[in-house]
């Protein structure tokens, strides 16, 4: 079976002092990018690049980012 693996960061933007989730979907056997899955953070909905990558505004009262692609099974990660 297939598994999903996230890397993300929290960053800190210097001028907006706004933090941001930056993230990249990885298939975790072949550690290929995994593009077009579906990843959902609190009311916002995004599709990954062909690079496997995303980005959210991140929302001091949200933690989990759910991911769902074809052929993997759900995928749900919390942020701390």
């Given at each position: ?14 001028k907006?002092?706004?933090?941001k ?60």
């Amino acid at each position: 079976m297939k598994l999903l693996t996230i890397l993300s960061l929290i960053i800190l933007s210097g001028k907006l002092y706004a933090q941001k989730i930056n993230g990249q979907l990885l298939d975790s056997s072949s550690k290929l990018p995994v593009e077009t899955a579906i990843v959902t953070y609190g009311s916002q909905t995004i599709i990954t690049t062909i690079n496997g990558k995303f980005s959210f505004q991140k929302n001091p009262l949200l933690e989990i980012v759910k991911v769902k692609k074809l052929g993997y099974p759900d995928f749900i990660t919390v942020f701390e």
